[in-house]
């Protein structure tokens, strides 16, 4: 490495072609007009003002719940004290499945969310929509009362509507009463249905979650004669190959994967030099790809072909496939890789793969030895695992046959997520009396004639089921805003007992549970936040009957365009569509924001005439949707993919008529994957708001990565950087060399803060964003706001792509002010707004910035933001969700990455307190408590022993543009692939 540049980076297919139109818009410091004057009181801001002043009409104070709640353990004094947070576990819900969470809570409101580290499907991180949650809590779009046919009418009204409705279903078995629920892990909402047909036997209970996991349990069926659930314990798997399937961002498990694959992934010299290795099969780019150490892109219909040839060498006889000769190559290696580990080699399927798919890599895991180790099985965690898809199929047969009298809906909204071929939205006209329980007046609310506000989770009472099945509790933090109600609450009026509510709900069914001193069983729990010895036990199975007279050879490769459905990263299935904090996060691979392009290959947009931001329609089985095209690298040829959950029509101001509706092409018998589909331009274009291309590169390697072998060869290679600015002959130099400088040196008798990011952990999945602008009070700007340049994160996670277009690997960055030793904003601020403290932060001084972005000129790694409107002042509920610790920056100044200073200052104060220095771990960054992969160490560098220190004295820390001396207090540990030789 040190006698050869490392390969360029590029960020766009047009920077890697050198368009001369993207080159100077890039090299602007400022986007041309960034800094004209827009009116800020338009239409949708009129709108949100008076959205959110309805909404603090009904606020007239927070306050706790009325039920005792109890923080989370590890404080060590519970009391309420003015200024000092309280820290109480809870449970978010996803997918059905539980997150254990920490929320921060300021006298009486919650303002912060954190990872319970208790809580085995967080380990103490989070994901985008935890973080974005405690938004979601004070949005002013909610819904706020009971509604008949979209008028408010009285909770009695109803309450008396439905007790005469169910007076007469009742004699009759509950024949006619339909129950429509998304996937419920729920063990005390189990047990209310279950009680409820066990007294109506002839009621109806459907379960439809748009991001179905039927394939996943149709797969376990078909391998082991029954629906397992399936757990992953990547710490044991030292090769890994993943077959369409994002194990790092869309599975339940997905936090505790990131941090066990991660895990295997750390290089420090003198104690580890091995990693493990991820081979990646999809059609559409993931992270899981992204962070592959090879990835293979393939159709979605040569994905269950490349299934079967891998298993076949894998020595699971009967099955096969048929796929390109460089595809074959790549399996082969792989295979023989695999066989290698035996035990430690792991075979993943994603949920849009067929269960045939799922069923081989089930055999291949068995014929690996790892069924049973980094492969575990267990009982399904659902209560009631069943297809989801033929469930809500059968309720809309009932509903054509005339059986459904009494329908309801549950904390979904099937009228824009079911398949389009079910015609859910028509057919729900037809029932007499229907009831949707949603946080929002949503698509399906428009339909029923009842409309009943949900309670957010951090409202109400309840419990889930993590994804190994660890049961936790979901207490409230205040009081709920609005009329809200639960689903304990409507299934409570139907069995009759009205008058329980839904603490004494969920006490009562875990105080049936074995017997013992319950009360202080109960308060460890809340404490905890998870329920012990209540993970679901692991069971033995093996492969039943011979597979290869149950599965199909694939079909051939169909004609025109696949289509590839999948999650948005970070609207999911539109639930999150009117979270602003969401909506202006950038998508991990293609960077836009406020927008679900779809994604194609550059070879296919050759082939069709279009590119990125060009309007196409979309048709498939004679139904068509215009879509946005973004010409994605990495993309399988022949492939269109759709992120859903854009398009919504009733999501609420902020959500409504943001990006394209790809349900309407989704079909109940094709829910992930669909052939024939044809794009045709229409010649229009459509502006995408994306930020990767935002700020030039400059040909400086701000990002070094190389492979585990030319490590091992040279361990400090990361620290040879390159200065365009010497002769050639002198380019290459030693970073750690010193720089002559005129600036002084710092002498530091306390503390002296530093970052290290270790990028051989980043997955890139901007948790650290949303946290920042979450702890930071950071507003959004709109779209147009993005387009301009203008977008305020204080943490940016960069994408780079390295190799040829279609095929390259994909790079991440975090990227946070560098704290700057010698810090050049410092020395143009004409009224020293930008200083430099006894501690080495680079602080910025709100009173005295006058704006003039002098500090941003002078900044080489542009993150520095400013705000040219008062973005928050227009919008008073946002004051709800604000952190008291951290100042609400108005119009005209300067912010950045501050480390989290007021972290930093609480726990000065701690120490001070018991007369000690601050401990190393003691000060976590937002960004860093949230980082699934523990990729962010914080702490003291004037310290050798502490945790920061040691990873900066690793010989792959480097600093970036450290050649400019200006030296950075945040530094990196260069990325290490772990190539297989035999692919290259």
């Known amino acids: 490495m040190s006698e050869r540049r490392q390969g360029r980076i590029w960020r766009s297919l047009e920077e890697l072609a050198g368009d001369p139109g993207l080159i100077e818009q890039l090299a602007r410091e400022f986007p041309q007009g960034a800094a004209e004057l827009r009116d800020p009181l338009s239409r949708r801001s009129f709108l949100k003002l008076m959205g959110a002043s309805l909404a603090l009409a009904g606020l007239s104070a927070c306050a706790q719940p009325n039920e005792e709640i109890l923080p989370y353990s590890a404080q060590p004094d519970p009391r309420q004290t003015p200024g000092e947070p309280l820290y ?72 008396a509507e439905l007790r005469g409705r169910m007076e007469v279903l009742r004699p009759l078995g509950g024949a006619g009463l339909h129950i429509l629920t998304e996937t419920i892990t729920s063990p005390s909402l189990a047990a209310q249905l279950q009680s409820l047909l066990e007294q109506l036997p002839q009621a109806r209970w459907y379960q439809y979650e748009p991001l179905t996991h039927d394939t996943i349990r149709a797969g376990a069926q078909l391998a082991f004669g029954r629906p397992l659930n399936v757990i992953y314990d990547l710490a044991q798997a030292s090769r890994i190959l993943t077959l369409d399937a994002d194990l790092l961002q869309e599975m339940p498990g997905s936090l505790a994967y990131a941090r066990q694959w991660a895990a295997g992934r750390r290089l420090i010299e003198g104690e580890t030099s091995e990693m493990n290795r991820l081979y990646a099969i999809e059609s559409a780019p993931t992270l899981t790809g992204a962070n592959a150490d090879h990835k293979l892109a393939l159709r979605p219909s040569q994905v269950t072909a490349a299934a079967g040839v891998l298993a076949n060498l894998l020595g699971v006889a009967g099955v096969t496939g048929n796929v390109p000769p460089e595809a074959q190559a790549w399996l082969a290696a792989a295979a023989a890789d695999l066989q290698e580990a035996g035990a430690a080699g792991l075979v993943v399927a994603g949920a849009a793969q067929p269960p045939e798919v799922h069923a081989l890599a089930y055999a291949m895991n068995a014929a690996l030895g790892s069924l049973g180790s980094a492969m575990l099985l267990t009982e399904p965690v659902e209560a009631a695992p069943v297809d989801q898809t033929a469930s809500l199929r059968d309720l809309t047969q009932a509903i054509s046959a005339g059986e459904v009298d009494t329908l309801m809906i549950l904390e979904a909204n099937p009228a824009f997520t079911a398949p389009a071929d079910l015609r859910f939205a028509e057919l729900l006209a037809q029932v007499p009396f229907s009831v949707q329980l949603s946080m929002h007046f949503d698509e399906t609310a428009a339909l029923t004639r009842w409309h009943i506000p949900e309670s957010h989770y951090l409202e109400r009472w309840g419990d889930l089921r993590a994804y190994d099945g660890t049961a936790s509790l979901i207490q409230p933090l205040i009081q709920p805003l609005f009329e809200n109600r639960s689903a304990y609450d409507l299934l409570a009026l139907l069995a009759g007992e009205g008058e329980r509510t839904t603490y004494e709900i969920v006490r009562g069914y875990w105080q049936n549970r074995p017997a013992g001193e319950f009360d202080a069983q109960w308060d460890a729990a809340l404490r905890l936040g998870i329920i012990p010895e209540t993970a679901a036990a692991t069971v033995e199975a093996s492969i039943v009957g011979d597979l290869s007279q149950q599965i199909a050879p694939p079909p051939p490769v169909p004609e025109g365009l696949e289509v590839r459905f999948r999650p948005d990263a970070t609207v999911w299935d539109g639930r999150f569509a009117n979270n602003a904090w969401l909506q202006e996060l950038p998508d991990p691979i293609t960077t836009v924001t406020w927008d679900n392009p779809a994604l194609i290959g550059p070879e296919t947009a050759l082939q069709v005439g279009v590119t990125s931001g060009d309007v196409a329609l979309l048709s498939l089985d004679e139904r068509s949707v215009p879509v946005v095209i973004w010409v994605t690298p990495g993309m399988a040829e022949g492939t269109v993919a759709l992120a859903l959950g854009g398009g919504r029509e009733r999501a609420g101001t902020v959500g409504d008529g943001v990006g394209i509706n790809p349900y309407p092409l989704r079909t109940s018998n094709a829910m992930w994957l669909s052939a024939g589909a044809q794009l045709t331009p229409t010649g229009e274009t459509y502006p995408l708001a994306h930020v990767q291309s935002q700020h030039t590169l400059e040909d400086r390697e701000i990002l070094r990565f190389g492979t585990l072998e030319e490590y091992r060869a040279e361990p400090a290679f990361a620290r040879h950087t390159y200065d365009e600015h010497l002769p050639g002959e002198q380019q290459l130099t030693d970073e750690t060399a010193d720089i002559p400088s005129l600036l002084p040196e710092y002498a530091y008798l306390g503390y002296a803060w530093g970052m290290a990011i270790d990028l051989n952990a980043c997955i890139g999945c901007h948790a650290c964003t949303i946290a920042c602008q979450a702890e930071n009070n950071i507003p959004v700007v709109g779209k147009d706001g993005v387009a301009e340049g203008r977008i305020m994160h204080w943490i940016k996670v960069d994408r780079y792509y390295s190799g040829d277009a279609d095929n390259p690997e994909t790079l991440f960055q975090p990227r946070p002010c560098m704290h700057c030793e010698k810090a050049p904003c410092e020395l143009v601020c004409p009224v020293a707004a930008t200083v430099h403290d006894s501690e080495g932060l680079n602080q910025m001084v709100y009173n005295r910035c006058i704006g003039t972005r002098y500090c941003s000129n002078n900044c080489p790694y542009k993150v520095r933001r400013f705000n040219f409107f008062d973005y928050s002042s227009d919008i008073p509920v946002l004051n709800l969700v604000h952190n008291p610790d951290v100042t609400v920056r108005e119009r005209g100044v300067m912010e950045k990455c501050t480390y989290c200073v007021q972290r930093i200052e609480r726990a000065r104060i701690e120490s001070k307190t018991t007369n000690r220095r601050i401990l190393d771990g003691e000060v976590v960054p937002a960004c860093a408590q949230v980082c699934p992969t523990e990729a962010i160490i914080f702490g003291d560098i004037s310290d050798p022993d502490t945790d920061v220190s040691i990873l900066k004295a690793q010989p792959r820390n480097y600093g970036m543009l450290a050649h400019l001396g200006t030296q950075p207090r945040t530094t990196y540990l260069a990325r290490i692939r772990n190539p297989n030789p035999a692919i290259g």
């Open 88 to 159: 109480f576990a809870t449970t978010m819900p996803l997918g059905g499945y539980g997150i254990g969470l920490l929320a921060e809570n300021h006298t009486g409101r919650p303002t912060k969310i954190e990872g319970n580290p208790d809580h085995p499907a967080s380990l103490g991180a989070t994901d985008v929509f935890a973080q974005a949650s405690v938004l979601g809590l004070y949005d002013p779009d909610r819904a706020r009362s009971v509604t008949l046919r979209g008028q408010v009418a009285p909770w009695e009204t109803f309450v």
